[in-house]
């Protein structure tokens, strides 16, 4: 199993902060660097010194580190129009030398737009936004150079775009996720090479990943063609008293942790990990590391947790 990083950054994090953590990642083995994309800090934390912008935040990290992949948890179909997106990713994937790998949502925290000036759709114009988004940011990146790309959708239309620039990958990886029981897969199947599910239980995970399975047959598409994921909250600790030291600086309770994410020992946590893998299928799990100073604690995990999970 694959183990990598996501941050949550909106809760408190500079851009100095983001890369001593990415260049801990990268130091310490791990397959990833993702962050969130939002706007506005959840709960009851100060945020400072306030958000950072998450491509932006990846465009630096793509000329200060050197192996480790990066993207989003995911970018919001709300906060850009499809074009520029289309862009911006192809611009980091070319600055990172092909690192990039590209999660889209359709947005779901409403005060975040309110607090920034971004209009915030009704669920069902914000999933058809995000539906045509996939479409014409896939449909830009896999024109051929020289060719043009038109779209004319409900929400967004295109004319003869020249479709530039190109990202160094092709196909960029693209990251779909969600608890939608029809639409959220068959386009997964579609558009997708890793379906992602944030915070599930074992049990909704499976379902999910057995109705993308199904809307991926449906289609075609060899469903063993979409790697499956989970992100789950990390606190480890090498014994209880490092477990708890950890749990109460994130404000959170240790037999919460145990029952909803990754907390125990590093024996205890590559045990629930591998019972996630052997339940649902999954090969890769994203670590949320709430705490971004404790560096100590990605490296624990990585020198740790990571060995009994090879093979």
Same mark, same amino acid.
């Given at each position: 199993?694959?183990?990598?990083?996501?941050?949550?950054?909106?809760?408190?994090?500079?851009?100095?902060?983001?890369?001593?953590?990415?260049?801990?990642?990268?130091?310490? +083995?791990? %397959? #990833?660097?993702?962050?969130?994309?939002?706007?506005? *800090?959840?709960?009851?934390?100060?945020? &400072? !010194?306030? $958000? @950072?912008?998450?491509?932006?935040?990846?465009?630096?990290?793509?000329?200060?580190?050197?192996?480790?992949?990066?993207?989003?948890?995911?970018?919001?179909?709300?906060?850009?129009?499809?074009?520029?997106?289309?862009?911006?990713?192809?611009?980091?994937?070319?600055?990172?030398?092909?690192?990039?790998?590209?999660?889209?949502?359709?947005?779901?925290?409403?005060?975040?737009?309110?607090?920034?000036?971004?209009?915030?759709?009704?669920?069902?114009?914000?999933?058809?936004?995000?539906?045509?988004?996939?479409?014409?940011?896939?449909?830009?990146?896999?024109?051929?150079?020289?060719?043009?790309?038109?779209?004319?959708?409900?929400?967004?239309?295109?004319?003869?775009?020249?479709?530039?620039?190109?990202?160094?990958?092709?196909?960029?990886?693209?990251?779909?996720? +969600?608890? %939608? #029981?029809?639409?959220?897969?068959?386009?997964?199947? *579609?558009?997708?090479?890793?379906?992602? &599910? !944030?915070? $599930? @239980?074992?049990?909704?995970?499976?379902?999910?990943?057995?109705?993308?399975?199904?809307?991926?047959?449906?289609?075609?598409?060899?469903?063993?063609?979409?790697?499956?994921?989970?992100?789950?909250?990390?606190?480890?600790?090498?014994?209880?008293?490092?477990?708890?030291?950890?749990?109460?600086?994130?404000?959170?309770?240790?037999?919460?942790?145990?029952?909803?994410?990754?907390?125990?020992?590093?024996?205890?946590?590559?045990?629930?990990?591998?019972?996630?893998?052997?339940?649902?299928?999954?090969?890769?799990?994203?670590?949320?590391?709430?705490?971004?100073?404790?560096?100590?604690?990605?490296?624990?995990?990585?020198?740790?947790?990571?060995?009994?999970?090879?093979?």
């Amino acid at each position: 199993m694959e183990l990598r990083i996501f941050t949550e950054p909106q809760q408190g994090a500079s851009y100095d902060d983001l890369l001593r953590v990415a260049r801990t990642a990268e130091d310490a +083995g791990y %397959g #990833a660097f993702f962050r969130s994309d939002h706007y506005l *800090k959840m709960g009851s934390v100060d945020g &400072l !010194p306030g $958000p @950072t912008d998450a491509w932006i935040t990846l465009a630096g990290l793509a000329r200060e580190t050197e192996t480790i992949r990066l993207g989003t948890l995911v970018t919001a179909a709300t906060f850009r129009h499809p074009g520029p997106l289309a862009i911006s990713v192809a611009q980091v994937d070319r600055m990172s030398g092909g690192r990039v790998e590209f999660g889209l949502g359709s947005g779901w925290f409403e005060e975040e737009h309110t607090a920034y000036g971004l209009r915030f759709p009704p669920l069902g114009e914000r999933f058809e936004r995000y539906e045509e988004q996939l479409e014409i940011i896939t449909g830009l990146w896999g024109t051929p150079v020289g060719e043009t790309y038109s779209f004319d959708g409900k929400h967004y239309t295109l004319v003869d775009s020249p479709a530039l620039p190109k990202p160094v990958q092709s196909p960029v990886p693209v990251v779909v996720g +969600g608890t %939608g #029981a029809k639409r959220t897969p068959a386009l997964a199947a *579609k558009h997708a090479t890793e379906f992602n &599910l !944030p915070f $599930p @239980t074992a049990e909704l995970a499976a379902k999910q990943f057995e109705r993308v399975d199904a809307a991926c047959r449906a289609i075609g598409r060899d469903p063993a063609t979409m790697t499956r994921s989970v992100a789950l909250v990390a606190c480890v600790g090498r014994d209880d008293a490092e477990v708890a030291r950890r749990a109460s600086a994130i404000g959170r309770d240790v037999s919460e942790l145990k029952e909803n994410g990754l907390a125990g020992t590093p024996a205890e946590v590559a045990e629930r990990l591998a019972r996630w893998r052997s339940e649902t299928g999954i090969s890769r799990a994203y670590l949320q590391f709430l705490d971004l100073s404790d560096l100590d604690h990605l490296e624990l995990v990585a020198a740790e947790v990571a060995p009994r999970l090879r093979g």
